[in-house]
């Protein structure tokens, strides 16, 4: 199979007028199709360097990218992206709001219509269609940015701290719902998020990097009980705490270098 996300020796060095530096390096990663892995690591390690590579909005300095065996030259549809902030436009409806991607490429029609009503529906904002964001809770605008991104069918979803703006109960919800939603849809994903708890929930792998430059430190598999559970009853599966604790243990020894 060909892998969703292929890096291979990833670098980049952002250049400003006054210095030059290097955010990440020596990146290899694979991503399999239907795969929900996370990055988690120290502020500034590169997480979100790593999916805006991806994502295509930023073309490294070295090395080679791939989205479903193609390089990645800019945008595509193939791949979502949604962020911490969540970015509505305030005079639009929710619904305007949900079917700007589906405008933007030209697929808005009755059809692709009624399939972003279904999704705010299944994401339990069916009668908010004509509400707008300022008249949402956090939470419902997560969901708002979810049926967005989701509206133009994109096989790849990158989610830069989602939950981060949440407060504890409505980020567990939303793990339950966005890692249900996905995988009901086959949807591959790579989450970033400084919420270890959540990464090991979530994922099928956890990724840690480390600092200065940002590399991966440490891929972790996570065993099938906890996979196979919803996030929220993962947390309570045998062998969370302990996996939990190797992890955090590792990330220590990163903050302290
Ligand atoms: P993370 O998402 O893990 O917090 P980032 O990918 O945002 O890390 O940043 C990685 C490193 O690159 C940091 O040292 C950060 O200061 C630097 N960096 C990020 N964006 C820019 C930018 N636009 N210009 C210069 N340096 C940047
Ligand atoms: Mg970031």
């Known amino acids: 199979m060909v892998p969703v996300v292929e890096l291979n020796d990833i670098a980049h060095v952002y250049v400003t007028d006054r210095e030059a530096s290097l955010a990440v390096e020596g990146i290899h990663l694979k ?5 929900f892995v996370s990055l988690v690591g120290p502020s500034g390690c590169g997480k979100t360097t790593i999916l805006s590579v991806i994502a295509g909005l930023l073309q490294p300095s070295k090395g080679a990218a791939y989205v479903n065996g193609d390089p990645i030259y800019g945008p595509s549809p193939e791949v979502g992206y949604m962020l911490q902030q969540d970015y509505l436009f305030p005079w639009r409806t929710i619904m305007d709001n949900a079917l700007i991607g589906l405008e933007l490429t030209e697929r808005l029609n009755p059809e692709s219509r009624s399939a972003v009503q279904n999704l705010l529906r ?3 904002l069916g009668d908010s269609g004509n509400l707008y964001p300022s008249q949402l809770s ?17 096989g790849l979803l990158l989610l830069d701290e989602p939950f981060s703006a949440l407060d504890y109960q409505t980020k567990l919800q939303l793990e339950d719902l966005i890692v249900e939603t996905l995988k009901e849809r086959g949807k591959t994903a790579i989450l970033v998020t400084h919420d270890l708890s959540e990464a090991i929930a979530m994922s099928d792998r956890v990724i840690l990097l480390n600092r200065n430059p940002g590399r991966i430190h440490r891929l972790f598999d996570i065993p099938e ?11 309570k599966e045998p062998g969370f705490n302990e996996l939990f604790h190797e992890i955090w243990g590792e990330m220590q020894t990163i903050g302290k270098e």
């Open 31 to 35: 991503v399999e199709p239907g795969e």
């Open 225 to 235: 009980n906890i996979r196979r559970a919803q996030p929220f009853f993962a947390r």
């Open 138 to 154: 956090g939470g419902m605008r997560q969901r708002v940015a979810l049926v967005r991104t989701l509206a133009t069918d994109p």
């Open 122 to 124: 299944e994401m339990g």
